[in-house]
């Protein structure tokens, strides 16, 4: 039972970088692997990173070296850091527990060309 609030979001320029966050709620924060995911309209939602426990990092082929998660325990946060953003990393970015099957509410990424 885990909450997350998503922030960060907004519009920017194709080239362009954003800093999301994911704060959580949970007691088992430290021990758990998180997920970013993004839905463009129209589309289905598609997994972009995920971080161990370890903090061992895995991403999705679009965005492999642009895109870099991380977190910080001491502070029950997931980040996503996007740089060199692209018109088709558009849409609203969320973010999960591994396998718990809920995201949060998600926040906005517009990249304009």
């Known amino acids: 039972q885990v909450q997350f609030v998503e922030s960060g979001g907004g519009l920017v320029q194709a080239g362009g970088s954003l800093r999301l966050s994911c704060a959580a709620a949970g007691s088992t924060f430290s021990s758990n692997a998180f997920a970013w995911f993004r839905q463009a309209p129209g589309k289905r939602r598609e997994w972009v990173a995920s971080i161990l426990s370890s903090s061992t990092t895995n991403y999705s082929s679009s965005v492999k070296g642009r895109f870099a998660i991380s977190r910080d325990n001491a502070k029950n946060t997931v980040y996503l850091q996007m740089n060199s953003l692209k018109p088709e990393d558009t849409g609203v970015y969320s973010c999960?527990?591994?396998?718990?099957?809920?995201w949060g509410q998600g926040t906005q990424v517009t990249v304009s060309s």
């Open positions: 999960t527990r591994l396998g718990s099957g809920t």
